[in-house]
């Protein structure tokens, strides 16, 4: 498993959070998502056998979202 912490631009509330939380748990290959509109970010625990940071990326990016930096 790896974890990523991707920075988000563009939720303007939980509700945008909980959007990409659910998108991104949907992703295959992955394992937990936390979301936080507070701090613009998400966090990501996943199995790189089954899907990568730019996949993650682009499922964030789908609904207009932007992805500014990723952390391992």
């Known amino acids: 498993m790896k974890s990523v912490t991707l920075k988000v631009q563009g939720m ?6 909980n959007t990409i939380k659910a998108l991104v748990e949907r992703e295959p290959g992955v394992k937990s998502a936390a979301v936080s509109f507070e701090n613009g970010e998400a966090r ?9 940071e730019d996949k993650l990326v682009a499922v964030v990016e789908r609904p207009g979202y932007r992805v500014t930096s990723r952390v391992p």
């Open 44 to 52: 990501v625990l996943y199995d790189p056998a089954s899907t990568t």
């Open 12 to 17: 303007h509330c939980d509700g945008c959070a």
